[in-house]
């Protein structure tokens, strides 16, 4: 009997370690194919972007020099207690088709559309209290209050989803702030987001800490032009989805996929890539004969554009360095010098004309 059920245990231990081991090992495959809750929150667009502020304070030191502000924004900041470089983690932001912009000197000119989810520290009494001097009125959605604020002609929607999640859009219809409210509520549930993230997000290197999936087209639903340096451009084919993401590898891992409709649209957006790096890179040489910084010369070196069946793919390597110096180098505010008397000019009298006469 004793012997039977040592012969049992033998069995079972190894059977539960097993399932044990399979248990985490789908458990991180899900997670790995699971956009952030706040990339999931946005509502369908033309473009989902993502950042997670947090790695590049840690590795850039972003946030921790002291810039000079500008006055309105330091305004800000004393209102909410809320600063941009130190306060928000996470950024999730939905790029909309282009709406009308409300300008009546251009009726027919149209802009893009934001929708937004932010995720960081905020004193929820000092927003509040904010949003409610800018509103113009207050909507209220499944227990959230909605503040619409006036700007430029339009209404900007603000929801504070809970004490570190604000969500954001400026877009005429309601029903994009009302549906990131409706998937707050409903987070528990198995959804994946956007046709965008749940078609693509797959792609995403795991471990991206920004990310960015990209179907941008015109009014007339043609794919856009992209405009680069020096007056050049290039069209990306007809219903090209891109995937472009930042990870951290000891240094920072650029890579961006053009998933195309075909390999002949793969070959031409490779080629034109090609060339134009091929172009600027002459350019700066020309430009730059006493040679460019190592750390931006290592970035430009490392970039490889090729093609993998329908997709075109660059990649390349931005040293610490490269990114430190986007940070800091950004502009700054000066701060305001105090005015000294204006001197009147002296008023001098007209000098004569010399005589060359003898």
């Given at each position: 009997?004793a012997?039977?059920?040592?012969?049992?245990?033998?069995?079972?231990?190894?059977?539960?370690?097993?399932?044990?081991?399979?248990?985490?090992?789908a458990?991180?495959?899900?997670?790995?194919?699971?956009?952030?809750?706040?990339?999931?929150?946005l509502?369908?667009?033309?473009?989902?972007?993502?950042?997670?502020?947090?790695?590049?304070r840690?590795?850039?030191g972003?946030g921790?020099?002291?810039?000079?502000?500008?006055?309105d924004?330091?305004?800000?900041?004393?209102?909410?207690?809320?600063?941009?470089?130190?306060?928000?983690?996470?950024?999730?932001?939905?790029?909309?088709?282009?709406?009308?912009?409300?300008?009546p000197?251009?009726?027919?000119?149209?802009?893009?559309?934001?929708?937004?989810?932010?995720?960081?520290?905020?004193?929820?009494?000092?927003?509040?209290?904010?949003?409610?001097?800018?509103?113009?009125?207050?909507?209220?959605?499944?227990?959230?209050?909605?503040?619409?604020?006036?700007?430029?002609?339009?209404?900007?929607?603000?929801a504070?989803l809970?004490?570190?999640?604000?969500?954001?859009?400026?877009?005429?219809?309601?029903?994009?702030?009302?549906?990131?409210?409706?998937?707050?509520?409903?987070?528990?549930?198995?959804?994946?987001?956007?046709?965008?993230?749940?078609?693509?997000?797959?792609?995403?290197?795991?471990?991206?800490?920004?990310?960015?999936?990209?179907?941008?087209?015109?009014?007339?639903?043609?794919?856009?032009?992209?405009?680069?340096?020096?007056?050049?451009?290039?069209?990306?084919?007809?219903?090209?989805?891109?995937?472009?993401?930042?990870?951290?590898?000891?240094?920072?891992?650029?890579k961006?996929?053009?998933?195309?409709?075909?390999?002949?649209?793969?070959?031409?957006?490779?080629?034109?890539?090609?060339?134009?790096?091929m172009?600027?890179?002459?350019?700066?040489?020309?430009?730059?004969?006493?040679?460019?910084?190592?750390?931006?010369?290592?970035?430009?070196?490392?970039?490889?554009?090729?093609?993998?069946?329908?997709?075109?793919?660059?990649t390349?390597?931005?040293?610490?360095?490269?990114?430190?110096?986007?940070?800091?180098e950004?502009?700054?505010?000066?701060?305001?010098?105090?005015s000294?008397?204006?001197?009147?000019p002296?008023?001098?009298?007209?000098?004569?004309?010399?005589?060359?006469?003898?």
């Amino acid at each position: 009997m004793a012997s039977s059920l040592l012969r049992r245990r033998r069995v079972w231990v190894p059977l539960v370690v097993l399932l044990a081991l399979a248990a985490i090992g789908a458990a991180l495959y899900l997670r790995g194919q699971t956009a952030p809750e706040a990339a999931r929150l946005l509502p369908e667009s033309d473009a989902v972007l993502y950042f997670d502020l947090k790695p590049l304070r840690t590795f850039s030191g972003f946030g921790s020099t002291p810039v000079m502000h500008d006055p309105d924004y330091e305004q800000f900041v004393k209102d909410t207690g809320f600063q941009f470089e130190h306060d928000l983690d996470e950024a999730a932001i939905a790029v909309h088709a282009p709406e009308p912009s409300g300008d009546p000197l251009h009726p027919d000119a149209k802009e893009r559309r934001f929708s937004q989810v932010l995720i960081g520290t905020f004193d929820t009494t000092k927003v509040t209290h904010y949003l409610h001097k800018l509103a113009s009125d207050v909507e209220r959605y499944r227990d959230t209050d909605v503040f619409l604020i006036p700007h430029e002609g339009r209404k900007v929607r603000v929801a504070i989803l809970t004490f570190d999640t604000v969500a954001v859009s400026n877009t005429a219809d309601d029903a994009n702030i009302k549906g990131i409210i409706d998937r707050f509520r409903q987070i528990a549930l198995p959804f994946r987001g956007s046709s965008l993230v749940k078609g693509y997000y797959r792609h995403v290197p795991l471990g991206a800490t920004a990310w960015a999936i990209l179907r941008m087209k015109t009014p007339d639903g043609q794919s856009v032009t992209l405009p680069l340096p020096n007056g050049i451009g290039f069209t990306l084919p007809k219903d090209t989805v891109t995937v472009a993401s930042l990870r951290y590898l000891g240094s920072i891992s650029f890579k961006t996929e053009a998933f195309t409709t075909s390999e002949a649209d793969a070959k031409k957006l490779t080629d034109s890539v090609g060339n134009f790096l091929m172009l600027f890179h002459s350019i700066e040489v020309n430009t730059d004969p006493s040679g460019a910084d190592k750390d931006v010369k290592v970035f430009f070196d490392s970039i490889k554009v090729e093609q993998n069946g329908t997709r075109a793919v660059l990649t390349a390597d931005l040293p610490i360095g490269f990114v430190k110096k986007l940070v800091s180098e950004g502009p700054a505010v000066e701060a305001p010098k105090a005015s000294a008397p204006t001197e009147q000019p002296k008023t001098s009298k007209p000098e004569k004309k010399r005589s060359h006469k003898k």
